[in-house]
Nanobody, 123 residues
Framework: VQLQASGGGLVQAGGFHRLSCAAT????????MHWFRQAPGKQRELVAT???????TYSDSVRGRFAISRENAKNTMYLQMNSLKPEDTAVYYC??????????????????WGQGTQVTVSS
């Protein structure tokens, strides 16, 4: 499985932005997909999850502002980020959970990652 994250950029506080993550290769083994982020000096944290059935969960810090979605026909996942805050500044990574793997909130549990895309929110 290969994941390609894209869409990062510079955005003003209060603005919106959308990230994409395209999966190629053995996509049939992908179950849930996740967005993580890592700010300078901090650990990589789970931001949002979407199952293969479309069920979603969010971290407290982004719930109500971010929306995760996926288009299975295109093997692509998205993260719509609204009402952005300077504290959302981070490198955003997508990760794939394979069939049979339990959901984990720690980054170390996942093998398949996108390369990361920088989102910078200016105040």
């Amino acid at each position: 499985v290969q994941l390609q994250a894209s869409g990062g950029g510079l955005v003003q506080a209060g603005g919106f932005h959308r990230l994409s993550c395209a999966a190629t290769g053995s996509v049939s083994i992908i179950d849930a997909m996740h967005w993580f982020r890592q700010a300078p000096g901090k650990q990589r944290e789970l931001v949002a999850t979407i199952t293969d059935l479309g069920d979603t969960t969010y971290s407290d810090s982004v719930r109500g502002r971010f929306a995760i979605s996926r288009e299975n026909a295109k093997n692509t996942m998205y993260l719509q980020m609204n009402s952005l805050k300077p504290e959302d500044t981070a490198v955003y990574y997508c990760a794939a959970q394979i069939v049979g793997q339990h959901l984990h909130t720690t980054a170390a549990a996942y093998t398949y990652w996108g390369q990361g895309t920088q989102v910078t929110v200016s105040s």
